[in-house]
Every structure is written in structure tokens, then in C-alpha cells.
């Protein structure tokens, strides 16, 4: 067997030995890294078939771990992939039942009400730049839908905590034609399990015309969740991310991110009425 190593992104690398195929991850950090040893260690003990094992490594800033072959990340437009994602959610925030994830010290709690108070102001520092590519109506419209969305906002009960993945995007869980599974706990936190099923359903809800009625319909249970926290699910947080990402990128993949961004923008804001009618239905 050829024995080879590509790097994929800045801190990612696949790496091919005599012993198989693996992936290779630097962190910024030692704590950073036994983090994820950490999650991945106690997900073990359980016997989780959802995650990937993670190797022994000499070097303590590196994860290891096996190459899932012949997978694409999921499809949240793909009523199947959603079912399964969500059913992999439910699977990993289930896990307090049999373990203490707030006693693990590398894990932090997370405020989504004050990560959000942050994003808006973030976003009406960058409001001139938003402005020059949607005009100054719009603009208002998404800063104005962020400020109504904060003001109502129920607060969550901090209780009754687990273990959140932090960044439930679609290239977060991979499929073949077997299995599914969950990658890359980098952003793992604490919290209630309510405020990852908000922020999972912001990443489907662009993915099914924002029609809260079909996610409902799939999801029953959410129903609960979406009805007490309908402020939260009006919050554009979709939109405030992705534009601050494209204020922050070099200039040379600046505009051709936004060209696909305006559009994308302009329909969030066209369904936007109807989804907050529709939650104000419930």
C-alpha cells in the first residue's frame, strides 16, 4: 500500500499507510485536542456507533482517526437525511442520562441569547458594508428582524443540560450507504438540548422553503420547542452568520461568496413574513 498524506484544509490532512486510511487534525491547542479525546472517550464507553474512533496519537495537539470511506455529507433538502440527523441528535444529547458532561472540565456552558446579542451588534458594525450589496431597505428589514427577535426571546431552562454538538451543518454528519455518522466536536458545549434543536432547525428550515408546517409534520416532537421559542426560531441567524463571514474573507473569494449570498438573502427575507406568520400560528 502506498503510503501518501493530503492536506485538505489549513489543519486537516488524509493520511494513507500500510495500516489503512485516516484523517489527521492539528488543534491549536492540547486542551483543545483532549477535548475531543474526551468526548469521544466517554461516547465510547456507551458503545456509540454514530462517531469515528479516535487513534493514539504521540503527538498531543493531533486527533487521529479512521477515514470514513465512501460517504458525502448529508442533504438537509432530503427528507431521509433529515430523519436520520435528528434521530443522531436526539442519540447524543441522550447521553446525559448515563453521563455527567457538566463535571468534564473542558466543556463550557453556552449562552445562545448572549451569543446572539453579540452577533446583532456585530452585525450593525458591518451594517454600511451589508448595505452596499443589498440597499438600504433590506438591510433594515434583516437588523430590524434580529432586534424584534432578541427582545421576545424566551429564556431557556439551564436545568436539564447535555451535551450540545455546537455546529450541526449538513458537512457535519457523513452517510454511505450504511451508516451515518457525527464529525468534529470542536465547538461541543453544555447546555439544554432545546437550544441545538433551534439552531438544527435554522439550518433546515433554507433547505424547505422555510415552511415550519413540514419540519413539524416530520418532527412532532419539536412542535413543543418551536411554540415556546417561536422568537427564536425568527431570529436570522442564518443570514447575520454567513454575512459576517463574508465581511471577514480575503478580497480575492470576497465576491463570489456574495453572489451567491444576495440571492440566498433576498429569499430568506421574501419567506421571512410567512415563517414568522406561521410561528405565530402555533
Excluded at 440527523?85 to 448572549?114: C, G, M, R
Aim: charged fraction near 25%; include cysteine; proline fraction near 4%.
Amino acid at each position: 500500500m502506498s503510503n501518501y498524506i493530503r492536506q485538505i484544509k489549513k489543519n486537516v490532512w488524509k493520511w494513507e499507510n500500510e495500516n489503512g486510511l485516516f484523517s489527521v487534525k492539528k488543534y491549536p491547542t492540547v486542551e483543545h485536542a483532549e477535548k475531543i479525546r474526551i468526548i469521544h472517550h466517554k461516547l465510547h464507553q456507551l458503545d456509540k456507533s454514530f462517531i469515528l474512533p479516535v487513534l493514539e496519537s504521540a503527538q498531543e495537539d493531533f486527533i487521529i482517526q479512521p477515514w470514513f470511506k465512501g460517504t458525502h455529507p448529508v442533504d438537509y433538502g432530503s427528507k431521509t437525511d433529515r430523519l436520520e440527523v435528528y434521530s443522531l441528535l436526539e442519540q447524543l444529547h441522550d447521553t446525559n442520562k448515563f453521563i455527567k458532561w457538566d463535571n468534564q472540565k473542558l466543556l463550557q456552558p453556552f449562552d445562545l441569547f448572549a451569543k446572539w446579542q453579540n452577533r446583532s451588534l456585530k452585525m450593525k458594525e458591518i451594517s454600511y458594508f451589508v448595505e452596499f450589496y443589498l440597499g438600504e431597505k433590506k438591510t433594515k428589514m434583516l437588523l430590524h428582524l434580529g432586534d424584534i427577535a432578541l427582545k421576545n426571546m424566551q429564556l431557556f431552562n439551564n436545568k436539564d443540560t447535555t451535551i450540545l454538538h455546537g455546529d450541526v451543518v449538513h458537512h457535519n454528519f457523513l452517510s454511505n450507504e450504511k451508516a451515518y455518522k457525527i464529525i468534529d466536536f470542536d465547538l461541543a458545549v453544555i447546555g439544554p438540548k432545546e437550544m441545538e434543536e433551534i439552531l438544527w432547525m435554522h439550518r433546515v428550515l433554507p433547505a424547505i422553503n422555510y415552511d415550519i408546517f413540514i419540519l413539524l409534520s416530520e418532527f412532532p416532537l419539536l412542535e413543543k420547542v418551536a411554540t415556546k421559542h417561536k422568537e427564536a426560531l425568527m431570529y436570522p441567524n442564518e443570514l447575520y452568520r454567513e454575512w459576517l463571514y463574508a465581511y471577514a474573507l480575503p478580497l480575492e473569494r470576497k465576491q463570489k461568496f456574495i453572489d451567491q449570498l444576495i440571492p440566498y438573502t433576498n429569499k430568506a427575507l421574501t419567506e421571512w413574513p410567512k415563517l414568522c406568520y406561521n410561528l405565530g400560528r402555533l
